[in-house]
């Protein structure tokens, strides 16, 4: 199971003066959900849409399934499927009525047609809806129709850009249960997202992706393992911080302190112990306290410590 169907080497992209991607490199294995985990504006769709041939990257090289891959790929480009993170449907048509223009695009027609669309819609759980006018779907159905969409030829890799972006949870879980699921059957996906939790839950391995680089690369234990240590955000009103700071700083098993956005991060081996710590010292010393903050160890912790900066919108 370590084929390598998917590899990325040196990748970069500028939109005139804005440098989106500054050399991205990965390889992914046949059978992973492979994550590309960044804020907003990290380079992720743009990565997306050098990797499925809707744009030309200005360096670097894309070997698909074993072949050098260009923009011109039409043969590889019919096995791989991309759910864009803008959605693509015909809202008056039903939504069978949609997958099946997008079938017939891969050249699916008659019966074969019929079961594809059956599978896909069984997939996403929108058989019940099937025809209905995609306009008096939820935005959550919608995601899973696009999803459907990208799935009809029966890809073997499929790019999913940001999928539960404005969903309700319902749809959200359907969408990563089907995400999962597709991955028992021998689908290889690329999931790219800004919400920490999905990569944690779903993604096999995960590169943390920030301002057009790939900072981290690693299964998300393996990440949280090594980045990971716990923290306490500490927020103050008015007043000399320096004291309060020092005094943290000598309570056992803090690691460091400082000062990042208004926010007084304490990176500690044990966040709930220090907690304490950091509540009794500025009950002391009488410190404003606003705001204090548990962040366990996680893929959000692993962003902050990586860049000093939050992952979260
Ligand atoms: N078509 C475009 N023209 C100009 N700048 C763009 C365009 N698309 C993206 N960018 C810029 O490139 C950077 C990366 O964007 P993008 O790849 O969309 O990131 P992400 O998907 O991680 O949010 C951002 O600074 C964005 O503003
Ligand atoms: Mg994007």
């Not at 995609?134 to 073997?156: C, D, F, Q, W």
């Not at 597709?182 to 689908?187: A, N, R, T």
């Not at 907690?275 to 404003?288: H, W």
Request: proline residues 4%; hydrophobic residues 40%.
């Amino acid at each position: 199971m370590n084929e390598v169907v998917l590899e990325a080497v040196g990748l970069t992209k500028a939109y005139g003066d804005v440098q989106a991607v500054k050399g991205i490199s990965f390889r992914v294995k046949r059978c992973e959900i492979f994550g590309l985990l960044g804020p907003n504006g990290a380079g992720k769709t743009t990565t997306i849409s050098m990797l499925t041939g809707l744009i030309e990257p200005d360096s670097g090289e894309i070997h698909l399934l074993g072949s050098r891959f260009t923009t011109h790929s039409r043969r590889l480009k019919a096995r791989i499927g991309f759910v864009p993170q803008e959605l693509a449907l015909y809202p008056t048509l039903s939504g069978w009525e949609n997958l099946s223009f997008f079938g017939r695009i891969y050249g699916l027609k008659g019966s074969l047609l019929r079961e594809r669309i059956e599978a896909v819609l069984k997939m996403v759980g929108l058989s019940e809806r099937a025809g209905d006018a995609v306009e008096t779907y939820s935005g959550g159905m919608k995601r899973r129709l696009n999803i459907a969409a990208g799935l009809i030829h029966e890809p073997e890799l499929l790019f999913l850009d940001e999928p539960t972006v404005g969903v309700d949870p319902q749809s959200r879980n359907a969408i990563l249960e089907s995400v999962k699921e597709l991955k028992e059957h021998g689908v290889t996906i690329i999931y790219t997202t800004h919400y920490m939790e999905e990569a944690q839950r779903l993604c096999d391995r995960v590169a943390i992706v920030d301002e057009g680089r790939i900072i981290a690369l690693d299964t998300p234990a393996a990440l949280i393992e090594r980045e990971g240590i716990g923290m306490i955000r500490v927020r103050i009103g008015e007043g000399d911080f320096a004291p309060f700071a020092e005094r943290i700083a000598a309570l056992p098993g803090v690691k460091r302190v400082y000062r990042q956005d208004g926010w007084n991060i304490v990176e500690a081996a044990n966040a709930r112990e220090t907690f304490v710590g950091i509540v009794e010292t500025a009950v002391r010393l009488n410190v404003p306290v606003e705001a204090v903050e548990i962040l366990e160890p996680n893929l959000e912790t692993v962003f902050l410590k990586l860049t000093g900066k939050a992952l979260r919108d």
